[in-house]
């Protein structure tokens, strides 16, 4: 790996030169899309499979325990050994550096830059190898909301029951807007998740970023009802190479660590009351 290439990118995304800004929702700068009555919500999350809770909870243990020693060496040598917290390390610079933030309304437009800019630095480090960018689309029309939120849901392969039903209240709340907008197309950035799977016996972790894009339009012409959605959903996969992680441990802790239950909550949206009051119908 070319030495130069990792000390830029280090640099470029070096957290002492980038204050994390936590984003905030303002109606005057701000693309809106929706009125304020007409919520939004965007759901972020971070998961990680093939790895025991327990095992992460020790191994964010010995990593702490290395960073309160004070001793760099020690800590370098923990560090080495981390590879799922050197991931998590990396992918938490580059979203400090975008100043992307998952508490924020990714439907504010300045979020959503940031968060695309997130996803740029993520694919640019050195440290991953991009194995997969693609994107899926779908489209319907249907009689009625119910039958294209399940399918809709069911589009986000690899993605947990219960984060697969957040996914389904947040396009309920999508389908409810437009339902109140007959005839105008309703939109949402709506769902951003980063999947870490860490198997047990790999010299491979995997990265996963999934996010994707709705729009609705429920539609009324000449005494004929109708609902249509599009969905375009974004899927990028890239590789960690544990083999390769520990001649470059040391250049990431002179920067930035970040442990894995920290960067789990990092990346995760903060449960709305909006995900509580749904008790929607949308059939006609």
Known sequence: MNEKVVQAWLELNDPKTNDLVQSKWDQTNAGILFAADKPSPAVGVGVITGK??????????????????GELEKLVKVFQEKPLIGCTSVLSMARKA??????????????????KDYIKRVVDAPFFHLTMSEYSTYHRKEKNWDAAIDEIANLYDGVSADDKNKIRDSIKLLAKTAASNTNTKSSNNLFAVSTINSPTK??????????????MEESESKGSHSMQSDVTINRIALDFHISAWKPLAAKVAAKHIRLVDDWLEDNKTEESDQF?????TFAK
């Open 52 to 69: 025991s809770g327990d095992a992460i909870k020790k191994d964010d243990a010995e990593m702490q325990a290395a960073i309160d020693s």
């Open 98 to 115: 975008s100043k992307y933030d998952p508490n924020g309304d990714i439907n504010n437009s300045k979020n959503s830059e940031r968060f």
């Open 202 to 215: 790999s010299d491979v972790i995997n990265i996963f970023l999934y996010s994707s894009f709705i729009q």
């Open 276 to 280: 509580t009051k749904l008790n929607l």
